[in-house]
């Protein structure tokens, strides 16, 4: 981004969804995770245009066809769950998902489909209603705005996450300011389109509905859908974002100043809520920046991007900060996209390792340096194309295995 | 299979490739692989006629451009060294694999176009011809017939193999015996489509080479293309099969009895051998054998067993003997396959854990006895078509991340 750009917004430090004008928050206690907050309610003042991003999962919880479906409607709320995904649990889960926009409605004096819902944690066991219901009450009840109420909702959301995922920027236009403000969870199961992750972003501009999710849809495809923990894509993955017009007049419509501050800022929320999820993969001790340059188109690059993140020999070899760059264009080779093997440049860290598909020497001693630090970057030149797309990844250690042998999610 | 079939054949206990007739055998110590043999040579004393399935991976090595041009010929002889894959070695891997061919028909006076090459091992490393050369001449002096000389070829194959794979069985029919035969190796990089893994078979039959591959290929992709142990394809996967007619007047023409036990024989010593690789898994400690049933057709079974099975969730869940069924609908979910959730049953061992897409109560007593034992089955029913494939994993272990961090393969 230019100078300009950059100067047009701040990051809020320490603070999360309640940033934007006109949101309320909380995160409370029902009882579906030991001890731990486990319902977060995010509340709109206004009526806000709404625009989500789910997973491409054919398995898909309840919660997620209510979102698409309410998604339709003015919005005023987003309840969601965490310990249970109400995901394989067939009719009863339908109603269970209908029932919580239902009650959260009641409690907030709202339509119903002007709730949405979401769920994450273990698959295929019945929502336990009986703590559900008691918890969108006072989670109705402990709305609030500032750090504290950021914070709250932004933990009730966690699952596996071992820190709070949570950014707030403000946008500075002729006509005012504006925010932009987010809460992402999601460690495991990450996996492009889409990850076990939820986002929920919140922004007090107006927009119409249509653009918003254009632009959203944009945001995710480089960011909550760029990123890869273990290839897994789970059946709940969901990014809302909720746009209620509280700045006052800043409409952002295509082709204005603003549209193009607000469309940079999404980027870059998004962005650094997905990053969050990476540094937070579980078992991590390698984060993986991998450029795709020279694709013939995007797509391609990134169908390349997530079969090289997703290769378990090329994760253990950076856990074993191995330059193993043969099983990188191995991986390259099986992602089922057409290139030329021969043409191939493969850069770790500054030093190239593959020339043409081929050796190029390097000194082991000062790449060994290179990869014993926390933050690796490949780049994989085709030379076939004028695409580049950039994806992030992690190794794969032995507390990776650790955690998912232990932990039923 | 019905007792016919069975009393058709037995397995010759103990022994490998030169089981069949007209075929000798040698592995020696090159110098590529430390005090390891590290070259096998396979000689037919008559022209066979050859078939051959190699990898899907864009990225090839050079021995696989030269086996599928030389499978064109009669063949006579295929020479294989361990130790360095010849991948990623530009145009001078393309000469070096050729010259190995030249050097094995100049020991053993044969056309270079009748012999074969196969490599496996560490990518982007130019072969050590200096050591090849030699190596070759020595393999070529050591060719013999017996229990040794199939153990010395086996042997020559592997990599991070720990145990030699080869198998051998004698076909009875109206018209006297025949042979099939064969080695593998593979152990990491294992996935369908091939695995890096090797495979040579013989057999002293007559068949013609259109009728060989046309059963070859249906053997591997029941048995080599049916097995995963990570999900990494490589760049050198190869199985290849010469037929050599020894065995006199036993031809093998379509319809006749002796080619359906043939055809049996070879999807069941495929199957073993297969299996013998999945076994050696790096790190294993459960073999999954999993069966897609009521899925439309076998393409879209083998794709749904391909994600479940190379699933890290779902490996570790089993490495956790966890019976984490939401995990493995979830991967069935990603696959990329249509099918209707809601209908899908789920068996573990003998206990049905999902019915119509729903937890259904199990005992986690009685399912923890059954996930203890090293071998599970899991059986899903998509009830959505006439189709059942069969499909062999493993779990994930901390041992499989030891392996795979330590090791530059």
């Not at 489909?113 to 929502?127: A, D, E, F, K, N």
């Not at 009450?137 to 820190?163: P, S």
């Not at 509280?246 to 295509?254: F, M, W």
Request: net charge negative; glycine share 10%; hydrophobic share 40%.
């Amino acid at each position: 981004m230019d100078s300009k750009e950059k100067e047009s917004w701040i990051k809020l430090e320490g603070r999360g969804i309640t940033a934007a004008g006109g949101f309320k928050a909380s995160g409370v206690v029902a009882g579906l995770k030991k001890g731990k907050k486990d319902i977060a309610l995010i509340y709109s003042e206004k009526e806000a245009a709404a625009a989500g991003v789910f997973t491409s999962n054919l398995v898909q919880a309840a919660p997620v066809y209510l979102c698409r479906e309410h998604l339709e409607n003015p919005v005023r709320a987003v309840v969601i769950n965490s310990g249970n995904a109400n995901a394989c649990t067939g009719e009863q889960g339908r109603l269970d998902a209908r029932e919580m926009s239902l009650k959260a409605a009641e409690a907030l004096s709202l339509d119903a489909g002007s709730v949405m819902v979401s769920s994450t944690g273990v698959i295929g066991v019945p929502l336990p209603m009986d703590k559900i219901r008691p918890g969108i009450d006072a989670a109705a009840a402990a709305l609030g705005k500032g750090a504290q109420a950021d914070t709250d909702a932004a933990e009730a959301i966690m699952t596996t996450d071992t820190v709070v995922k949570q950014t707030a920027y403000r946008g500075r236009t002729s006509r005012g300011d504006f925010h932009l403000a987010g809460i992402a969870k999601g460690s495991g199961m990450i996996c492009p389109n889409m990850a076990t992750m939820l986002a929920f972003l919140v922004t007090d501009v107006k927009i119409e509905r249509a653009l918003l999710q254009e632009l959203f849809s944009e945001a995710c495809d480089k960011s909550f859908n760029a990123i890869t923990v273990d290839g897994d894509t789970s059946t709940n993955d969901t990014a809302l974002i909720m746009a209620n017009g509280a700045a006052g007049d800043i409409e952002i419509v295509p082709g204005s100043e603003d549209y193009f501050i607000f469309r940079q800022m999404l980027n870059e929320i998004c962005r650094e809520l997905a990053l969050m999820i990476v540094e937070d993969g579980e078992g991590l001790t390698k984060l993986i920046t991998l450029k795709i340059k020279g694709s013939p188109d995007e797509a391609g690059g990134r169908v390349m991007a997530r079969s090289i993140l997703n290769s378990p020999l090329v994760k253990t070899a950076f856990y074993g900060e191995d330059a193993n760059w043969g099983r990188i264009i191995a991986a390259l080779g099986y992602a089922g996209v057409a290139f030329n093997p021969e043409l191939v440049d493969i850069y770790i860290g500054p030093y190239q390792v593959a020339a043409n598909g081929g050796a190029v020497p390097f000194s082991e001693v000062e790449m060994k340096k290179i990869l014993q630090n926390r933050y690796v970057t490949v780049v994989i030149d085709l030379k076939n194309g004028p695409s580049e797309v950039t994806a992030w990844g992690t190794d794969m250690s032995h507390e990776y295995i650790n955690i998912n042998s232990d932990y039923r999610s």
